[in-house]
């Protein structure tokens, strides 16, 4: 039985691997999810705002004027809230690399075309096999078109191209106004792979002190159907590679995402809860769902629930629409 996948170019023993996350900053958990067989690492995001307030030397202005400007401050982590700092961050990347056979996916997370970029360069150095842009950004301004919203992303990815030789992928939002459109168009632009999807985080508020406060609830299956409808419209349309992030966390929702089109399958939540070898489970399980129902490979399966399958792909999501409106009884 081949469990083999292909990538952003890499040939991978199987789809599994963590996605960005906290788990990496142990060297001893990285190799344990290497030994439970994950098939590559994915390191957590080094955000813009590290890189820019170690450029501009922020850090010490905030800290200085702190009580001043408590509340401004407020907005922000502090610099030691940051798991890694750029520097920290590099060093870890290097270290990683060492301890590992697997390819490191290093992570960059900003929404402006700026000097920040040059991380990408200095990472490739460090020894990342791949780089996974996150640009995750919330449009609240009403002057701000979609357009100009999209050609910030695709200015971001261009820069990375240009400054890199190793794949890009970037990690999307599921909420563009034309998704597929839009991935088409970084699909053009060289990207090597997309991730679907980023979790939009919702704050909470506070009624009685009158704070927002940030809210971090960990994903469960639900998710996961989100992200198998653009899994499912783009298989066959773009060349970049697929990987499905969110809502994984049974082998049937592995299958069920290797099916609309992915190529890897990225796991956070399930790994944060049963711990490391639970990619050894999903290894084991996704085996026996394909002995069960004689696929010989993954190969196989990937792509055969896409909507590339339909002849009209739009009367196909409108007739499910229907369905689904008259399923309640």
């Known amino acids: 039985m081949d469990l083999s996948t292909n990538y952003l170019g890499f ?11 906290p788990l990496v900053d142990d060297l001893d958990t990285v190799k344990r999810l ?11 995001s080094l955000f813009e705002e590290q890189i820019s307030r170690e450029q501009a030397d922020l850090i010490k202005n905030v800290d200085s004027h702190e009580d001043s400007f408590a509340e401004a401050a407020s907005y922000f982590p502090k610099p030691d809230e940051f798991r890694l700092g750029p520097e920290q961050y590099l060093d870890q990347v290097r270290k990683i690399k060492q301890a590992v056979k697997v390819p490191v996916i290093a992570s960059l997370n900003g929404i402006t075309n700026a000097g920040w970029l040059k991380y990408a360069l200095l990472i490739q150095q460090a020894g990342a096999d791949a780089i996974e842009l996150n640009v995750y950004y919330l449009a609240t301004d009403p002057d701000e078109s979609g357009e100009a919203v999209e050609r910030r992303t695709l200015d971001i990815v261009k820069a990375v191209k240009l400054a890199v030789k190793v794949p890009v992928a970037v990690k999307l939002s599921p909420y563009y106004s034309s998704l597929a459109n839009f991935a088409r168009r970084l699909d053009q632009a060289g990207v ?11 704050p909470d508020i506070d009624v009685e002190n009158l704070e927002v406060h940030p809210s971090l609830q960990l994903s469960d299956s639900s998710e996961l159907l989100l992200r198998l409808r653009w899994l499912a419209i783009l298989s066959g349309r773009v060349n970049a590679s697929l990987a499905v992030s969110g809502g994984v966390h049974t082998p049937v929702d592995a299958v069920k995402a290797l099916m609309c089109g992915a190529q890897s399958v990225q796991m ?5 809860q049963k711990g490391p070898n639970y990619i ?28 590339q399958k339909s002849p009209n792909p739009a009367a196909f999501e ?12």
Request: aromatic letters at 8%.
């Open 11 to 21: 040939r991978l023993a199987n789809p599994f691997m963590p996605g960005a996350s």
């Open 34 to 44: 290497e030994d439970a067989g994950a098939s590559a690492i994915v390191m957590h």
């Open 192 to 202: 090597s792979g997309m991730v679907l999807a980023n979790r939009f985080y919702q």
């Open 268 to 272: 956070v939540s399930a790994l944060l």
């Open 280 to 307: 050894k489970a999903m290894i084991n399980g996704l085996k026996e769902w394909m002995e069960q129902h004689e696929y010989e490979s993954v190969k196989q399966m990937q792509g055969s629930m896409s909507l």
């Open 318 to 329: 409108r007739a499910n629409y229907m369905k689904v409106l008259n399923s309640w009884r």
